[in-house]
């Protein structure tokens, strides 16, 4: 929180980020390539690689507070100071022959796998959830300049966030799931990145069956009746089926199967 003069003020006591103990939590092969920055504050750790030229290669960023932190279609992402991990990690792609709609699966999976826990899933496209409500999300952009195509991988991770956090959904941190078996946070910082830059390394060459398989193990909407609202406002009620190979949401219903593309809906549970 902030004080009357507007300067930060710890709720509780926090491992500050630091980027040579992140460092130390990469491989050996990662730490050579990549450049890594950590700041007390940013607006954006994902709009602050944006700025970057193009050649800047392999760089990752995390910040202790955001004060524009961005989700999914533009919407604000709150995390106290400390109380989570602000990440963002940007790879020039130029050479790849596109971006699929599967790679923000492709990169959920990855993480989730190294949490390593097994009460976390993943809610189609973005999110990491556990007990029915958000532990986490990955925003994925991909930019153009000087004639070359720039990914930006953002993460937004709950660790121990106050009680009265404002944060306008059911939210948990990993703290709640773990309690004393919480990973020091620059331990989890690397390790997380690492599984991020391994997941690009490998998209292309992991068989899109190999991922849906994985994403299977951990997709919560899978036979759940599902609303669909649409950027206009369309509204689709059906049973979620999976995905299909390009990484779309399967909706089933009123006679008729929908294939939903990320850029394009928000799905909420529907209501009994």
């Not at 999914?72 to 790879?91: D, E, I, K, T, V």
């Not at 306008?168 to 331990?187: E, F, H, K, S, Y």
């Amino acid at each position: 929180m902030r004080d009357q003069a507007g300067m930060l003020r710890l709720q509780r006591p926090v491992e500050l980020l630091a980027e040579e103990r992140i460092y130390q939590a990469l491989s050996e092969d990662l730490r050579a390539r990549l450049r890594l920055h950590v700041f007390p504050e940013l607006d954006s750790t994902s709009v602050w690689l944006g700025r970057l030229d193009a050649d800047s290669g392999d760089v990752a960023c995390f910040a202790e507070h955001q004060s524009a932190g961005r989700g999914r279609r533009g919407r604000g992402w709150q995390m106290p100071f400390g109380g989570g991990l602000a990440m963002s990690l940007r790879r020039d792609v130029s050479h790849w022959p596109g971006v699929p709609p599967r790679l923000t699966l492709a990169l959920g999976v990855a993480l989730a796998e190294a949490l390593g826990h097994d009460e976390i899933g993943l809610k189609w496209p973005n999110d990491l959830v556990a007990r029915g409500r958000k532990l986490g999300g990955i925003l994925v952009e991909l930019r153009r300049r000087e004639q070359r195509s720039v990914l930006v991988v953002g993460l937004g991770l709950n660790l121990a966030l106050p009680a009265d956090a404002a944060i306008d959904q059911p939210w948990i941190d990993l703290a709640g799931l773990m309690g004393t078996g919480l990973p020091p946070r620059n331990a989890l910082a690397g390790h997380l990145l690492e599984a991020l830059s391994r997941a690009l390394d490998d998209f292309y060459a992991q068989p899109a069956e190999t991922l849906l398989a994985r994403w299977s193990r951990y997709d919560v909407l899978s036979g759940v009746p599902v609303r669909v609202t649409s950027a206009m406002d369309e509204v689709l009620e059906g049973e979620a089926r999976g995905v299909d190979s390009e990484g779309r949401l399967r909706v089933v219903g009123q006679d008729r199967e929908w294939l939903l593309d990320a850029g394009e809906v928000s799905v909420r549970r529907a209501l009994p």
